[in-house]
Structure formats: structure tokens, C-alpha cells
């Protein structure tokens, strides 16, 4: 449970970064739109972010099982996220701090 709770606060994060890549979802979560060069690492760091919970889902088990767990997981940060965008959009850079929060907790617990 604390592995999926890792790699679902990556992913999560992951898309919270593409959303804030998004001219509409920046006007939600913003305000205003941002810079082109914050655009820019918002993208980056949200793909890398996905990349990242991919590959450590390879590194801790067989590459089958882990891209399935992986895709599972991405799922459902994604619902996390659009369920976010629409009701809590004012609310989003909260729940990216608790998301962070999280994954540093699990990866620590998971260390231990």
C-alpha cells in the first residue's frame, strides 16, 4: 500500500505540473496565465515526474507487472486531478503540498 501511495503522489504531482503547463488550467489555479519559461518547466517537470514514478515502478519489479501498476496508478491520479480542476481548483497548490508531503513520507517509510 505505501508503494502505491508513492507512486500515485508522483504521478499526481506529475499531472498537477502538465496541468499548470495548460493556459486554461493556470487561469484556474493562478489567476493569469504564467511566462512561457515557467510554462516550459512546468511541462518538463511534470513529464519528468511521470517518467520517473515509471521507472522506479521498473526498478522495483518485473517490467510487465509494473508498467500495468503503473498505468493503475496513473489512472487514478489522474481522476485525483481533473476531480481537483473542477471542484477545488483554488485549492490546488494546498493539495500539491499534502501530495508532496506524502510522497516524502511514504518514500521514507519504504527506506525504513
Do not use: P, R
Not at 68 to 85: K, M
Amino acid at each position: 500500500m505505501i508503494w502505491f501511495l508513492f507512486i500515485w503522489s508522483i504521478s499526481t504531482l506529475g499531472f498537477f505540473c502538465l496541468a499548470s503547463s495548460m493556459s486554461k488550467h493556470q487561469k484556474q489555479i493562478f489567476g493569469d496565465t504564467l511566462e512561457l519559461g515557467k510554462t516550459s518547466i512546468a511541462k518538463i517537470s511534470g513529464w519528468i515526474l511521470l517518467i520517473a514514478a515509471l521507472i522506479l515502478c521498473i526498478y522495483h519489479d518485473n517490467i510487465s507487472i509494473a508498467i500495468s501498476y503503473w498505468l493503475g496508478s496513473l489512472t487514478f491520479a489522474a481522476l485525483f486531478v481533473v476531480w481537483c480542476l473542477s471542484y477545488f481548483a483554488g485549492k490546488i497548490k494546498k493539495i500539491a503540498v499534502a501530495c508532496t508531503i506524502l510522497a516524502l513520507l511514504s518514500a521514507a517509510i519504504l527506506i525504513i
